[in-house]
């Protein structure tokens, strides 16, 4: 084989491996959102997208996978009791169709009760569903010193109230020193697999006409 056809052979090498390997296609859109969807993002630091490019984070990553709306109701260093006091005024001023809530780290890092951050997550959870929106919610991990799990109250919300839970991204993310800037806040590579990972968790859940 002469040295043409071997650079010929590598530039389709390269060409095939980039195309892909291109994460943007992890989530394949199977079920689009109605263009006028609105998503809001509810939750703390994690949310809100900690010294990360505004671009990075996991709602503006996620706004650009479902091609709709997604707000960022993120704030650094909100407890859940802040949380649930803070929700009602965002459910009524922005009347998103879809919640993701990604709260309880800061009350799992101030060791706060976690039985009282089940209830008021429980609770933001029940204020949604009154005004018929579809929630989605995320586990966040504990702080163990040898890993990070999902916290099992995460669990036990998801299995009470029958709601879809995302209780893996995260938890990969902050077992990974490539994925996250220090131990509690992901990098932007890290933002990407938790908003592919909402994407198709939403899109396999939510249905436009749905009512509780």
Same mark, same amino acid.
């Given at each position: 084989?002469?040295? %043409?056809?071997?650079?010929?052979?590598?530039?389709? %090498?390269?060409?095939?491996?980039? *195309? *892909? +390997?291109? @994460?943007?296609?992890? *989530? +394949?859109?199977?079920?689009?959102?109605?263009?006028?969807?609105? %998503?809001?993002?509810?939750? +703390? /630091?994690?949310?809100?997208?900690?010294?990360?490019?505004?671009?990075?984070?996991?709602?503006?990553?996620?706004?650009?996978?479902?091609?709709?709306?997604?707000?960022?109701?993120?704030?650094?260093?909100?407890?859940?009791?802040?949380?649930?006091?803070?929700?009602?005024? &965002?459910?009524?001023?922005?009347?998103?169709?879809?919640?993701?809530?990604?709260?309880?780290?800061?009350?799992?890092?101030?060791?706060? @009760?976690?039985?009282?951050?089940?209830?008021?997550?429980?609770?933001?959870?029940?204020?949604?569903?009154?005004?018929?929106?579809?929630?989605?919610?995320?586990?966040?991990?504990?702080?163990?010193?040898? /890993?990070? @799990?999902?916290?099992?109250?995460?669990? +036990?919300?998801?299995?009470? &109230?029958? %709601?879809?839970?995302?209780? @893996?991204?995260?938890?990969?993310?902050?077992?990974?020193?490539?994925?996250?800037?220090?131990?509690?806040?992901?990098?932007?590579?890290?933002?990407?697999?938790?908003?592919? /990972? &909402?994407?198709?968790?939403?899109?396999?859940?939510?249905?436009? /006409?749905?009512?509780?």
């Amino acid at each position: 084989m002469n040295i %043409v056809k071997l650079l010929f052979l590598a530039i389709i %090498v390269i060409f095939a491996f980039n *195309f *892909f +390997d291109n @994460s943007d296609e992890e *989530f +394949d859109g199977a079920i689009m959102l109605p263009l006028d969807t609105k %998503v809001l993002a509810f939750g +703390d /630091s994690i949310t809100y997208g900690y010294n990360v490019e505004t671009k990075k984070n996991y709602p503006s990553q996620l706004a650009k996978l479902l091609q709709t709306n997604v707000i960022n109701a993120g704030i650094n260093g909100e407890t859940t009791s802040e949380g649930l006091r803070r929700l009602p005024g &965002l459910l009524e001023k922005y009347k998103p169709q879809i919640l993701i809530i990604c709260h309880g780290g800061n009350d799992i890092i101030r060791h706060k @009760s976690l039985k009282k951050a089940k209830e008021n997550i429980k609770q933001m959870i029940e204020l949604a569903r009154k005004k018929n929106i579809h929630v989605v919610l995320v586990g966040v991990p504990t702080m163990e010193i040898l /890993s990070r @799990s999902t916290a099992q109250i995460y669990f +036990d919300i998801a299995n009470e &109230l029958n %709601v879809p839970l995302e209780d @893996s991204a995260l938890e990969t993310i902050l077992n990974d020193d490539y994925l996250k800037i220090d131990e509690i806040h992901p990098n932007g590579r890290g933002y990407k697999i938790l908003a592919n /990972s &909402l994407a198709n968790l939403i899109t396999t859940t939510y249905l436009p /006409s749905e009512t509780f």
